[in-house]
């Protein structure tokens, strides 16, 4: 395969001369990228489509001019390295934030009908993973993906999200807050230009580009026919890891990763599970996030020795996501005064934190 060298006022030719069509401006590249003579014979040249084409073309311009977004093409140096070799790269991308990773990202998906357990374990993984430094990429869709983005960008190693829209839509619209925050530490990349709409055809083609910036796809929990399962079979052809979270025998919203598990996906106990399978490609300057993750296993393997047996049954109720003090006295069955001091205990030791409204969850 080769790369094509063009500059962004080619690609928006091509893109105009293809009739707005992404993906037959993608075909079109890879066939006919090296000619000078862009255009191909059956290609829509009606004077609508060309009405199209010009308002498509001047709010690209305008939105560069206005620096509402940023873009850059295949063949320009900022463009992800290992993008480059995925079937089909997209020929250009247009993006809102601070930074493109371009070292290490790990992408964390799942579905949007997903469980508590679900988004206590992307939240888990991803602020982890962020922690270390790499980049969390998903997909911006509520559920998995918004937990996983959330917890993500609180730490260095930042977050970003594919859309399946034009990049200025924020889609869905609760996200706006979680879109600005990605932005501030990461990026909201999409191959689809200005102003175009999140049609449900367009998710399966984006889910290509968030496996295609990453060494590896962790699906979190995903029913069999879900986005996050097209993911993670677009990443094993692309030659890249897949793990997967196991879950309930019962749940539904874990067929897809019991699946992934059954074929050979690694099963995703802990954070060590994920980074040993990149230890001979992490080159980190100092041995800070090595020394973090043998705290960090080597704390949660003696919890069970510093716990009594009550304040032991307190703390397995208690995960990352926030949970009251009445919900844990049903759950644990336990009067409310052994609750609080197991509860003061817990805090002192530093193993959960107090929220707003006496909610209580796991520290990292």
Do not use: W
């Amino acid at each position: 395969m080769y790369y094509l060298k063009i500059s962004s006022s080619e690609y928006i030719d091509i893109y105009r001369k293809n009739n707005d069509d992404v993906g037959a401006a993608n075909r079109f590249f890879l066939k006919n990228g090296h000619k000078k003579q862009y255009m191909q014979p059956g290609f829509n040249e009606s004077s609508a489509a060309e009405d199209n084409s010009d308002r498509q073309y001047k709010r690209i311009l305008h939105g560069l001019e206005k620096e509402e977004f940023k873009a850059f093409c295949i063949g320009d140096d900022d463009y992800p390295e290992q993008l480059k070799n995925i079937f089909l790269p997209p020929p250009v991308l247009f993006y809102k934030g601070n930074r493109i990773r371009h070292e290490f990202n790990i992408a964390v998906v799942g579905s949007r009908k997903c469980t508590k357990y679900g988004l206590e374990a992307a939240g888990y993984i991803s602020r982890n993973i962020s922690a270390m430094g790499i980049n969390v990429v998903s997909g911006l869709a509520v559920g998995i993906d918004s937990a996983a983005h959330s917890a993500a960008v609180k730490e260095k190693g930042g977050s970003t999200a594919v859309l399946g829209n034009g990049p200025d839509i924020i889609y869905p619209p609760e996200n706006r807050n979680l879109f600005r925050e990605i932005t501030e530490n990461g990026a909201v990349i999409t191959e689809f230009p200005p102003g175009t709409p999140p049609l449900r055809k367009n998710f399966p083609v984006r889910n290509r580009i968030i496996s295609g910036l990453c060494r590896g796809v962790i699906i979190v929990e995903a029913g069999r026919k879900s986005g996050a399962v097209i993911t993670g079979e677009i990443a094993l052809r692309q030659n890249r890891e897949v793990f997967a979270v196991p879950g309930s025998i019962f749940s539904n919203a874990s067929r897809g990763c019991h699946m992934f598990i059954k074929s050979g996906a690694k099963l995703v106990e802990c954070i060590e599970d994920i980074m040993e399978e990149f230890d001979n490609l992490l080159k980190f300057k100092d041995d800070d996030n090595k020394k973090y993750r043998i705290i960090h296993k080597k704390r949660y393997e003696e919890i069970e020795k510093l716990l009594e047996p009550d304040t032991k049954k307190l703390f397995d109720n208690i995960g990352y996501m926030p949970e009251s003090v009445e919900n844990l006295c049903l759950k644990c069955q336990m009067p409310i005064k052994k609750i609080l001091n197991s509860l003061a205990f817990l805090e002192m030791e530093k193993l959960i934190s107090e929220g707003p409204s006496n909610h209580y969850k796991r520290c990292d």
